[in-house]
């Protein structure tokens, strides 16, 4: 009879032997506080909404202090540019043409969800091309949660607007959002820089730059109330 050396004993024959090993279960053997033992299941609707809410407020806040590069890429998730998305396009419907008729709305809320995730996807495509090592979701959460700053400039400069305008509020308006379309380029990048091959690192910034520039633009054009 002819054996092999495995801990799969297989015979000709087709019989087989003894397995080794063990089965290990969900929360078995597991200390107090370790992660594992944690089950969504037996959570409440209130314990899972605020955990979430909390997640989404903390990748927020990593990118108004982008120093944990994980923080966005380790659990990545489109709630928050959901928010920020219709956050911005529910500020900017509602505005008057250059020929002063009231508008209907529809088509600057369009355009910001056409630039958002369109915009998003073109711009994760070309990192994709140029060899980098992020998935497609992780970059696109990445280029959304990073609208934050280009959001908090859209409201400052929408809160401007109700005084008197003069010339001075205009470059003031412009300030805000240079600053917003800076931040937002350089939070993206100090999470997105390292998942780039060398050498095509520039290939990879333009389309970024050029994707928060249109939206700061939507934000310093935005000039009625």
Request: net charge negative; charged share 15%.
């Amino acid at each position: 009879m002819t054996t092999f050396d495995s801990k799969y004993d297989m015979f000709p024959s087709g019989d087989v032997g003894v397995v080794e090993g063990e089965m290990n279960f969900p929360n078995q053997n597991q200390t107090p506080g370790d992660p594992m033992e944690f089950n969504t299941l037996d959570e409440p609707i209130k314990e899972t909404f605020l955990r979430d809410l909390r997640a989404v407020g903390n990748k927020f806040y990593h990118v108004l202090v982008p120093r944990e590069k994980s923080s966005l890429l380790k659990e990545w998730d489109l709630w928050g540019p959901l928010l920020l998305c219709t956050l911005m396009a529910t500020i900017l419907q509602g505005s008057k043409d250059r020929g002063g008729t009231n508008g209907d709305g529809g088509p600057e809320f369009a355009e910001v969800f056409v630039l958002v995730w369109i915009g998003a996807a073109v711009v994760t495509l070309n990192c994709k091309l140029l060899g980098g090592n992020i998935s497609f979701f992780q970059s696109v959460c990445v280029l959304g949660y990073c609208l934050f700053p280009i959001a908090l400039a859209l409201v400052v400069c929408r809160v401007i607007l109700f005084a008197p305008q003069t010339t001075f509020l205009f470059f003031l308006r412009l300030v805000i959002s240079l600053i917003g379309f800076a931040w937002a380029t350089f939070a993206s990048m100090k999470f997105l820089g390292d998942s780039q091959p060398e050498g095509k690192k520039a290939l990879a910034v333009y389309p970024i730059c050029l994707f928060y520039f249109i939206l700061s633009w939507l934000v310093m054009s935005h000039t009625n109330v």
